[in-house]
């Protein structure tokens, strides 16, 4: 059975930090790349930041050098460690394959930066 389940969102204050994390199960996870993707209000969903099996990243211009993506293949778990946090950071973040596919997206987890 497919899934994807993201976990560590919150509200912070900008300037803040969050952890979030995405456990796959094995199937969805091994070998693949793997992304994290956000959604904000109103927006369409984007690109945040990939990471392939063997650890090479990609990541989006506007949270480059705040985040970091990360991966644990023994427990097939990804990572997004969000850092410097804006306002503009709000969004629902979603983990998926990289590039994504639609029977992959889960409920995601909302992230909430105040100003």
């Given amino acids: 059975q497919v899934q994807l389940v993201e976990s560590g969102g919150g509200l ?3 300037g803040g930090s969050l952890r979030l ?3 796959a199960s094995g199937r969805t996870f091994s070998f693949h790349t793997m992304g994290w ?12 930041a990939a990471i392939s ?3 090479d990243r990609a990541i989006a211009d506007s949270v480059k050098g705040r985040f970091t993506i990360s991966r644990d293949n ?3 778990t ?5 850092s410097s946090l804006k306002p503009d ?4 973040y979603y983990c998926n394959r990289n590039p994504p596919e639609v029977l992959y997206w889960g409920q995601g987890t909302q992230v ?3 100003s």
């Fill in 12 to 14: 912070v204050q900008a």
């Fill in 78 to 82: 990804i990572y997004l460690e969000m």
């Fill in 89 to 92: 950071d709000t969004a629902v």
């Fill in 37 to 48: 993707f956000r959604q904000a209000p109103g927006k369409e969903r984007e690109f945040v």
């Fill in 112 to 114: 909430t930066v105040s």
């Fill in 74 to 76: 023994a427990k097939n």
């Fill in 53 to 55: 099996w063997m650890g």
């Fill in 21 to 23: 994390s995405c456990a």
